[in-house]
Nanobody, 123 residues
Framework: VQLQAFGGGLVQAGGSLRLSCAAS????????VGWFRQAPGKERKFVAG???????YYVDGDQGRFTISRDYAKNTVYLQMNNLKPEDTAVYYC??????????????????WGQGTLVTVSS
């Protein structure tokens, strides 16, 4: 599975972005898919994840701002981010894991990673 993440950019605080994670090579409908982010000098951290299309997971406190969803027909997972804050600035990575019952928030649950897309939120 090859993953391509896109949709990042520069946005003012309070603005919105929708990130996309498109899979190619094979369908990833039975994979867990997660979004992680890594700010300069910091560790990569979990942002949101999805198992099938109904089980969604978020970092505590972000659930009201971020929404993860998937489109099976397009083999794509989205991360809608609203009310963005400067501290959301980071490179965002999508990842897919073959273990459908893996721990969605754990980096080692994922087997495939996209190249990352930069999100910059100005104050």
């Amino acid at each position: 599975v090859q993953l391509q993440a896109f949709g990042g950019g520069l946005v003012q605080a309070g603005g919105s972005l929708r990130l996309s994670c498109a899979a190619s090579g094979r369908t990833f409908s039975n994979y867990i898919v997660g979004w992680f982010r890594q700010a300069p000098g910091k560790e990569r951290k979990f942002v949101a994840g999805i198992r099938w299309s109904t089980n969604t997971y978020y970092v505590d406190g972000d659930q009201g701002r971020f929404t993860i969803s998937r489109d099976y027909a397009k083999n794509t997972v989205y991360l809608q981010m609203n009310n963005l804050k400067p501290e959301d600035t980071a490179v965002y990575y999508c990842a897919a894991g073959e273990g459908i019952f893996g721990i969605v928030s754990a980096i080692n649950a994922y087997d495939y990673w996209g190249q990352g897309t930069l999100v910059t939120v100005s104050s």
